[in-house]
């Protein structure tokens, strides 16, 4: 029984039990008790017997005039919210708040109970402590109590978030490893807007409505997770959660997030897959805005420009400018437009030491970057314009011109030690390979096998390259190629990481009938999982391996046929007549 009731003076169980207990007359009782704690209307005492002879048990009458009083009296707290001077409106909610809370644990009073706790800005300390040292109490009240609660426990608030981060994060990756594959629905697809109303984002969202204190709690939790694992995809829901709250126009965190403008620029650009000249130079006003003192922002610009989605438009850019650059007969150095991508990228892929070391100050940029590798990668550009040019001639005008087979050495060293000449020339090879073109993709992937922090074998750049593998499908019946890729790349670090056997799985269930039988078979005994191998591969094997056996033809087929040819009659010539 609820003790609440006696607090308020209204009769329960207990007092029932009791009054039968001392009775002599137990009818006469449980009448009298009935006329006191009944609904207290003269004119409904007439009615009560008219529902009996419809026998309607007075258990349901009482049930649905109390539910119908409840709404009654929920709609009117939701009202008092509303109406008045703010002082009344909170002073009334508290005197109804401290009249009620006794009874906070009866499930039929309850949502009255709850509903007060959800329009008070401030819920007395003493309740909200009663509110969360009960599991079944916290469970039920308004998200708009709990925020009460865990801006003052970060802990529970940490335990709140979670599950929902590693949510997002196996999200990201099951997109990243979706069997799936195509180069126009790929990981980068959706848009800014489509992915932040993703379920994640949106809770965390509403979790944190315009508490500003929350907010910073959540972002803590993103650094300190992205220092932690060093997984970029921390940096994606920094963006993204800020962007939300900016799309539902809170304005108590959106103005004290000295990163909102600029984020919300580079969206802009996210969007397009661009960054044009306009939104260059705002950007660039952002950056060199950050006043002696306020070096700190740069930790989180840093961390919203490590966003894959944002080194992704960044280094698309960048290819897109090397290109128009090459037709202009410009030098990089020259390209104002080009020095502020490499800027923003420096500053994303240097997040994590910058976030490390507590050192806010943008990283140097290597002079060699812009002076040999941006003009050795035009070099390319210039060599498959002059071979395609030289294809078209007519063949008697056509020069002795072999495509280079050859990569510099110093283009090899680049990507191995500069993570951002890294990172471009990898768009650049998804770039030509996005082209169709196999020329330049043979003679460039060698210089794949030793990158920095082996960034050829990143999940978003095999996910993206295997997408934009599936253009050359045609090529995977010749041999030479089937070497080149599987056996001088994909196979030299199969054994060593496993996310990259797992592409190469995904790769092979897309294009596997393309392949040449004999290569197909060599490369399933290359590609079979090991004990240590996880479930993942395991999976994906298998699927294979069911794909390959459906193409094998049936004992049937491979038994001899005989032969249809019939031996055709001697006709004899005119001659022989």
Known sequence: MYAGLQELGVANGEDLKETLTNCTEPLKAIEQFQTENGVLLPSLQSALPFLDLHGTPRLEFHQSVFDELREKLLERVSAIALEGKVEERYKKLEDLLEKSFSLVKMPSIQPVVMCVMKHLPKVPEKKLKLVMADKDLYKACAVEVKRQIWQDNQALFGDEVSPLLKQYILEKENILFSNDISVLHNFFSPSPKTRRQGEVVQKLTQMIGKNVKLYDMVLQFLRTLFLRT???????????????????????????????KFTWCLDACIREKFVDNKRARELQGFLDGVKKGQEQVLGDLSMILCDPFAINTLALSTIRHLQDLVGQDTLPRESPDLLLLLRMLSLGQGAWDMIDSQVFKEPKMEAELITKFLPMLMSFVVDDHTFNVDQ????????????????????????????????????????????????????????????????????????????????????????????????????????????????????????????????????????????????????LYNQLTEKLELRKPSPAEVTETPSMELPLPAVPTPASR
């Open 392 to 539: 078209k001639l007519p063949s008697e005008e056509k020069g002795p011109i072999p495509y280079p087979s050859t990569i510099p050495e110093a283009f090899t060293k680049f990507l191995q030690e500069n993570r951002i000449a890294c990172e471009i020339g990898l768009y650049y090879i998804l770039h030509i390979t996005k082209q169709r073109n196999k020329n330049a993709f043979l003679r460039l992937l060698p210089a794949l096998v030793e990158t920095f922090s082996d960034l050829a074998f990143s999940d978003i750049f095999l996910h993206l390259l295997t997408g934009n593998l599936t253009l050359l499908g045609d090529e995977f019946a010749l041999e030479e190629f089937c070497t080149s890729l599987f056996d001088g790349f994909f196979l030299t670090a199969c054994s060593r990481k496993e996310n990259v056997h797992r592409h190469v799985l995904r790769l092979l269930l897309h294009l596997h009938h393309k392949v040449a039988p004999a290569k197909l078979e060599s490369l399933q005994k290359a590609l079979e999982p090991t004990k240590q191998s996880g479930e993942a591969v395991k999976e």
């Open 230 to 260: 060093r997984n970029v995809h921390y940096c994606t829901l920094r963006a993204e959660l800020l962007m939300s709250l900016h799309d539902l126009e809170i304005s108590e965190i959106c103005t004290v997030d000295p990163c909102h």
